[in-house]
């Protein structure tokens, strides 16, 4: 079975986290622009962090044979430095139109603020102008609240929920989130939030349409394997392959490639993995170290 990880943060991880990936057969990831642990307190932070995104961080990916897209937009942590936040919607624009983004993200609420808010609706209405997806994240803390809070929100700015994936999701929201037509996204971290059995257990209950697994795995505890790991207890569990594959790539497939830029064409016929190339004079090697040169003749074939 073939996996997209469609919330993940590379540039917390390591190659091992790459090569584990490919090994577990996903094919193609998503990194959503985030809050990397300490506040950034300039503008040229934002700018070097969205360039990687765009720029190394794929190239990095492809040098293992992973496909790799982003999102691009000012989370909700640090839209509360309100000063810096209106820098940021000055930037976001250049960015997001570049080859590689897929959505408008991840926003929404962290602790509710009206300068969150603020930040958030400028954000919705990027998206609207340039016909992205948005990515929501909804907040740690009085989830449901804060959830309830974004759909109404999205949905007093006009944006169909077609084009909205919703994530970090739980039992106490999902629910809601289906029944209003939105893309429903669970973040599997391990022995919080949502874990892999829990995940399973509400599967059973509402089904495969519009839910989306993925690992958001970051610089904190959190597991790479996410996605193809809740899916081999799914099938231990019972549940059947196409649904499976529904809810740990296709789903995503289906609301990512509203931007234009997702394609599974991409990863089903890759380039050659060849790890003399170099980024900006920059290889993921080091001295000594052998190249990874794959054979054209066996590059498109599916493993």
């Known amino acids: ?19 584990l990936l490919a090994a577990s057969g996903v094919k193609a990831i998503i990194e959503p622009a985030f809050w990397q642990g300490q506040a950034r307190t300039q503008i040229g932070s934002f700018q070097d962090y969205f360039s990687s995104l765009v720029g190394w961080e794929r190239f990095r990916a492809a040098q ?22 209106e820098q940021v919607m000055d930037l976001l624009p250049l960015f997001l139109t570049k080859e590689g983004v897929v959505a408008v993200g991840e926003i929404g609420y ?5 300068t969150e808010d603020k930040f958030f609706r400028k954000q919705l209405e990027m998206a609207k102008e340039v016909g992205l997806p948005v990515l929501i ?5 009085n989830k449901k609240q804060g959830t309830y809070r974004s759909i ?11 084009m909205v994936v919703i994530d970090h999701n739980n039992e106490e929201t999902y629910r809601e989130v289906l029944d209003r037509g939105y893309w429903c996204a669970f973040t599997i971290y391990p022995g919080t939030k949502m ?20 690992s958001s795995a970051d610089w904190g505890k959190s597991d790479v394997l996410a996605v193809p790991k809740t899916a081999k207890l799914a099938a231990e569990r019972g549940i059947p392959r196409d649904q499976i594959e529904l809810v740990c790539y296709r789903n995503a497939i289906a609301a990512y490639s509203q931007s ?20 900006e004079g920059n290889s993921v090697l080091r001295g000594g170290q052998s190249p990874r040169i794959d054979d054209a003749n066996e590059a498109n074939i599916i493993r």
């Open 110 to 114: 962290d602790d509710q603020t009206p």
């Open 260 to 279: 234009g830029q997702f394609t599974e064409a991409d990863w089903l016929n890759p380039p050659v993995v060849d790890q003399r190339n170099l980024f």
């Open 152 to 162: 109404d929100v999205i949905e007093e700015h006009g944006i169909p929920p077609h």
């Open 1 to 19: 079975m073939l996996y997209v990880d469609p919330h993940i943060h590379m540039v917390s991880r390591t190659t091992d986290d790459y090569e």
């Open 137 to 141: 994240h909804t907040p740690h803390r």
């Open 195 to 214: 874990g892999n059995e829990r995940m399973v257990d509400i599967l059973k209950v509402a089904g495969p349409e519009r839910v989306i697994v993925d």
């Open 64 to 85: 293992f044979g992973i496909r790799h897209y982003c999102t691009m937009g000012l989370n909700s942590k640090e839209a509360n430095n309100e000063a810096l936040a």
